[in-house]
């Protein structure tokens, strides 16, 4: 089995920083794309970043320029850098993981618990 585990969420003032960190652990064989997506009230789950292997991001349009999305492979950990953050981006932020694992390097999907960001004066 293969557990992600998510850290550094938070309350902060508008125009203020976070950075989420996710790490995956158990039996993984490797990890393609990891990323993290955002649900508010009321709302649907929404992507924010992704980012694979080879080290190529993707970012959704509300996010770009204020967002870093980065890996570290050696310890199959993704983070969040969040600057300039907004009330609009307070929301659930989940981590996602594209994973191979076990014996058999079954490929599946794995979700973090998710980590609260609140960004209110």
């Known amino acids: 089995q293969v557990q992600l585990v998510e850290s550094g969420g938070g309350l902060v003032q508008p125009g203020g920083s976070l950075r989420l960190s996710c790490a995956a652990s158990g039996s993984i064989f490797s990890i393609n794309l990891m990323g993290w997506y955002r649900q508010a009230p009321g709302k649907q789950r929404e992507l924010v970043a992704t980012i694979i292997s080879l080290g190529i991001t993707n970012y959704a349009d509300p996010v770009k320029g204020r967002f870093t999305i980065s890996r570290d492979s050696a310890k199959n950990t993704v983070y969040l850098q969040m600057n300039s953050l907004k009330p609009e981006d307070t929301a659930v932020y989940y981590c996602?993981?594209?994973?191979?694992?076990?014996?058999?390097?079954?490929?599946?999907?794995?979700w973090g618990q998710g980590t609260q960001v609140t960004v209110s004066s």
């Open positions: 996602n993981a594209d994973v191979r694992s076990g014996v058999s390097r079954l490929r599946r999907d794995y």
